[in-house]
């Protein structure tokens, strides 16, 4: 009984170890496709509403539940 225990101990510290070590990579892997496509929805999609005057957003969302995303998008928009 002690070795299994002592195995589960040492198994649990192997992939805790292993597992430690992927998941930086994946997570700036992911860090700079999101900046990537941040960077291309501002110089895009925001360059394209603003010549356009207007935006049409499509949701199934209540307007009351998404008024901070609506005022941040406004404060985004021209002065």
Partial sequence: MKMRRWAAIVWGVLVSVGVGGVVPDTLSAQAR???AITA???SKIVSAAKKEGEVIWYSCAQ????EETIR???KGGPS
């Fill in 63 to 66: 307007a009351t539940d998404v």
């Fill in 33 to 35: 496709e999101f900046q």
């Fill in 72 to 74: 941040l998008f406004n």
């Fill in 40 to 42: 291309e929805w501002k």
